[in-house]
């Protein structure tokens, strides 16, 4: 199957990496949904308490919003562009360009399905 293909739908993913700016770690989990060429997930854990994404889907790519509270009580959102990958033992790890919209700041990061 390719990363095009690959349904997004209810799989579970962690940070694994992140650039300085950002708030997403090894302890933040994302419940991933897809219905066609709709993507959302929730996420929290570590600097996350609850957190949400919504965008679309077209091919590998991911296009999206997200929007949380962090353990700091603040807000922050922002955008978010994805590629698919599918791993060779077939889990799917996500390669991020994000940025701010509520502060500044933008980086890179990449999250990678759960065992």
């Known amino acids: 199957m390719t990363a095009r293909d690959t349904d997004l739908d209810g799989r579970r ?3 694994v990496s992140n650039s300085a ?3 997403v770690g ?3 989990v994302f419940t991933y949904r ?3 060429g709709v993507v959302w997930a929730e996420y929290g854990g570590g600097a996350v ?3 949400y994404l919504v965008g679309t889907r077209d091919g590998d790519r991911l296009h999206f919003r997200y929007s949380h509270l962090g353990v700091d009580g603040l ?3 922002g955008v978010c562009e994805s590629i698919v990958e599918v791993l060779p ?3 799917v790890r996500l390669h991020e360009n994000w940025t701010w919209e509520s502060r500044p700041g933008s980086g890179t990061s990449v999250v ?3 065992r």
Do not use: N, P
Request: hydrophobic residues 20%; glycine residues 24%; without cysteine.
């Open 112 to 114: 990678e399905e759960l």
């Open 75 to 77: 807000t922050s959102g």
């Open 26 to 28: 090894r302890a933040t």
């Open 21 to 23: 700016d950002g708030e």
């Open 89 to 91: 033992d077939g889990r």
């Open 13 to 15: 993913m962690v940070g």
């Open 34 to 36: 897809q219905d066609g």
């Open 49 to 51: 308490i609850r957190g």
